[in-house]
């Protein structure tokens, strides 16, 4: 009835199934993830803001990098 195809047939349907589920799944994470204008990518006043609230610089180095942005 099936005259052997039985990995070649049922084996590459599955995998075909598989992989077009994988391609839907990260297609709709890719839409949901980056709708922003800026696709993705920070302003630097927001990494300046950042490294403050991190911590990493102090509150005159701050302002003066702040001005200097500006």
């Avoid at 980056?34 to 609230?53: C, F, H, Q, T, V």
């Amino acid at each position: 009835m099936y005259e052997g195809h039985g990995f070649f047939g049922w084996g590459f349907m599955w995998i075909f199934w598989l992989l077009l589920i994988l391609v839907i799944a990260w297609a709709v994470k890719a839409g949901m993830s980056g709708g922003g204008p800026s696709n993705g990518r920070r302003s630097p006043m927001e990494i300046l803001k950042e490294r403050y609230a991190k911590g990493e610089i102090d509150h005159e180095t701050f302002e003066r990098m702040k001005k200097d942005l500006e």
